[in-house]
């Protein structure tokens, strides 16, 4: 009853010309690299010509987004479970991640510590000056490599 399908014809055809776009339990799934991890959602489209076209536009769009910073999981991908576990790279900035820092080490820090500062570091946050490593503080004349 009705033409049997070969290897090559309709849908397989037309999936096959998108990367990163595969079949998953009856329903279309995009595939995507970010930070390092592949991502695969599915989308709950079900197989068709049309539906294949738009995973394509979609997938291209998020790449876009990727290559130039402003992707964010949870706006593509709202109900899935991983939209809480990826946060957006514009989230995590420095500023923030300093905040959460300083009243963990503010136990470690003396104002005999905040005093040693020298001229240079002394615009500096405190905080800035626990991160970085000793090789970055300037050396003086009378230091001889034991500072």
């Avoid at 049997?4 to 079949?23: C, N």
């Avoid at 599915?42 to 290559?67: C, D, F, Q, V």
Wanted: aromatic letters at 10%; one cysteine or more.
């Amino acid at each position: 009853m009705g033409r049997e399908r070969t290897s090559g014809s309709g849908l397989e055809t037309e999936l096959a010309k998108y990367k990163g776009i595969e079949i998953h339990g009856g329903n279309l799934r995009v595939v995507f690299m970010w930070r390092r991890i592949r991502c695969r959602e599915s989308l709950g489209l079900p197989i068709t010509k049309a539906n294949i076209k738009h995973a394509s536009l979609l997938r291209a769009a998020i790449l876009h987004e990727i290559k130039t910073g402003h992707f964010d999981y949870g706006r593509h991908f709202p109900n899935s479970k991983h939209a809480t576990n990826y946060s957006s790279a514009k989230d995590e900035k420095l500023g923030a991640l300093l905040e959460r820092y300083k009243p963990l080490k503010a136990v470690d820090i003396t104002p005999m510590t905040e005093e040693k500062a020298t001229p240079w570091t002394s615009a500096l946050p405190w905080s800035a000056l626990i991160v970085l490593p000793a090789f970055y503080y300037p050396k003086t004349s009378n230091c001889y490599g034991h500072c």
